[in-house]
């Protein structure tokens, strides 16, 4: 997890003849948006607030940042608290992201241009009840379809944690966990509708 108490280094002030730029849109329905945090992927640390003190993004409201051409996460913090998350942006030029409530929660950054992959308006959360072992990969596909992408990304649920992310309800999924020793956990075809779904993993739903 990136630690927000290590500074990033400036990145504006590189040269401009490499700069890519990064528009956020606030779509999220009335919630305004208080922190923004790009840090190349490479990084281990979120670094300081794009926004400063005194700014916010106001729901409907559009803000640019410009970076060097590369690969960043980003993190957007509302005033409620809530996080959404996209890991691996690649930035070469102009890229938009059009955040909506189906972004909350954090997954991998699929196409330029456009919002994160697996947002939906079921929210899925899965609760660590594993005891003393760390679950490293969470997978939540629909039934028909084979295992996607990791939903967890580079985190890693530790026990007595939660992770929850979207998925477009009134649908059956199957879902995954992998734990610390490779150990798997899964539920097949969990009808998940507009109400979400949680799934307290226990070592009783070991494979």
Do not use: H
């Not at 280094?9 to 999220?28: E, H, K, Y």
């Not at 190349?40 to 729901?59: M, N, Q, R, Y």
């Not at 954090?106 to 079921?122: I, K, L, T, V």
């Amino acid at each position: 997890m990136k630690s927000v108490f290590i500074v990033l280094l400036a990145l504006g002030m590189l040269v401009p003849a490499f700069a890519g730029r990064l528009q956020i849109t606030n779509s999220t329905g009335g919630y305004s948006i208080y922190y923004v945090y790009i840090s190349p992927t490479a990084s281990d640390s979120w670094g300081d607030d794009w926004l400063g003190s005194s700014e916010t993004i106001s729901s409907g409201a559009s803000k640019t940042f410009t970076v060097t051409n590369g690969t960043y996460d980003v993190k957007l913090i509302d005033e409620d608290g809530d996080e959404y998350i996209v890991w691996s942006v690649p930035i070469n030029g102009t890229v938009n992201w059009n955040v909506t409530l189906s972004d909350l929660g954090e997954r991998n950054w699929s196409g330029s241009g456009s919002a994160p992959a697996s947002g939906g308006n079921a929210r899925v959360t899965i609760y660590n009840d594993l005891g003393s072992y760390d679950i490293y990969y969470i997978y939540c596909d629909p039934s028909d379809m084979p295992w996607g992408n990791d939903r967890l990304g580079s985190s890693i649920l530790s026990p007595g944690n939660s992770f929850s992310f979207n998925v477009p309800g009134g649908s059956y999924y199957d879902i995954k966990c992998v734990d610390v020793d490779g150990d798997t956990y899964t539920l097949w075809q969990v009808y998940i509708g507009s109400d979400g779904y949680r799934w307290n993993v226990s070592l009783s739903d070991i494979d």
